[in-house]
């Protein structure tokens, strides 16, 4: 039963972190990486305050992903672009918090486990996991800036795409270590 949690966990990593649009939907919703958060959520939520504290938070950011698969795209650059989307920027920025807190309650939940389970190489990862997770975060952020520097920009954007994709895949390798280790 664990360990189908921690399958589920993984797979909603990939929903959850690849964000990769067309015409400005989302063509791997966050909401599919809520649903399998909320589910593995479910299994967990007892073991410990962390697992519980996602639980209740995951709901939130399930409804709130709903009003994020559409984003209008970007026509033009510059201020009457950010105020003119303002509301979506505003969205992104809390559902960006809250994500950050729900991810870190889920390692920490897992740290949580393995320290348990006398499975310290299985918590030092999941604080490594965290720091990955929490570094790719702030170079998005960055990005916002530095995509605006033409020479440097697309490439330093195509960098960022590359590791979320190389962090989702290894997270997801991650919780199936958890699965077995852990279940």
């Known amino acids: 039963m664990e360990a189908d949690a921690f399958r589920l966990l993984g797979l909603g990593f990939l929903f959850e972190m690849i964000d990769f649009r067309i015409a400005g939907f989302d063509v791997l ?14 299994i967990l939520g007892g073991k410990n305050g962390y697992f519980s504290r996602a639980k209740k938070l995951n709901p939130v950011l399930l409804i709130l992903s709903v009003l994020h698969i559409y984003e209008r795209p970007v026509q033009q650059s510059g201020t009457h672009v ?7 920027l505003v969205l992104g920025i809390a559902i960006a918090i809250m994500e950050l807190v729900h991810v870190y309650d889920v390692f920490m939940g897992i740290r ?18 965290w720091a990955q997770y929490l570094g790719l975060e702030i170079a998005i952020i960055l990005g916002f800036i530095i ?8 490439l330093y954007l195509l960098g960022v795409l590359l590791g979320t994709i190389a962090l989702a895949f290894s ?13």
């Not at 949580?112 to 996991?129: C, V």
């Not at 997270?171 to 279940?183: F, Q």
């Open 29 to 42: 919703p966050d909401i599919f990486g809520f649903i399998l958060f909320g589910k593995a959520l479910a």
């Open 82 to 88: 950010i105020l003119s989307n303002l509301p979506a």
């Open 112 to 129: 949580g486990l393995a320290q348990k389970a006398g499975n310290l190489a299985i918590a030092q990862e999941a604080d490594s996991k």
């Open 147 to 154: 995509a605006a520097i033409p020479s440097i920009g697309p």
């Open 171 to 183: 997270i997801r390798g991650y919780m199936g270590r958890c699965g077995e280790s852990l279940a």
